[in-house]
């Protein structure tokens, strides 16, 4: 199993979307995270550090400037989505990844004080 850092630019850069409002409360995340093409899509338009701020994780030992070594997507690349985060939480609980699983959660809190979700 790949074992993952937490992406500490990316959480900043998350956290600074929020408080700009830059997120979308109700989404399908099924629906609305980015799929290869996007991802791909965007990389032609942005840089690698941009791609890597939308991703809560690092994946351990991945070459950088690849897309395996980015994990935990919280957004659709444009707006964080708050089903995203819930989707990070749920996945880094589910497979042990305790500290991403925090950032993610914390970054859930800090959204819903945000938007007046209490």
């Not at 985060?85 to 609980?93: D, F, K, Q, S």
């Amino acid at each position: 199993m790949a074992t993952y850092t937490v992406n500490d630019a990316a959480v900043a850069a998350v956290r600074e979307r929020i408080d700009r409002r830059q997120y979308v409360l109700d989404s399908d995340w099924g629906q609305v995270q980015p799929d290869a093409e996007a991802q791909n899509a965007y990389l032609e338009r942005h840089s690698w550090e941009d791609y890597a701020s939308w991703h809560l994780g690092l994946t351990e030992g991945a070459n950088e400037g690849t897309k395996a070594r980015y994990a935990f997507v919280c957004g659709d690349l444009r707006r964080v989505h708050r089903s995203g985060l819930i989707a990070c939480v749920y996945r880094a609980a589910e497979w042990r990844h305790k500290k991403v699983e925090l950032a993610a959660h914390e970054l859930l809190q800090h959204l819903d004080a945000v938007a007046g979700i209490g």
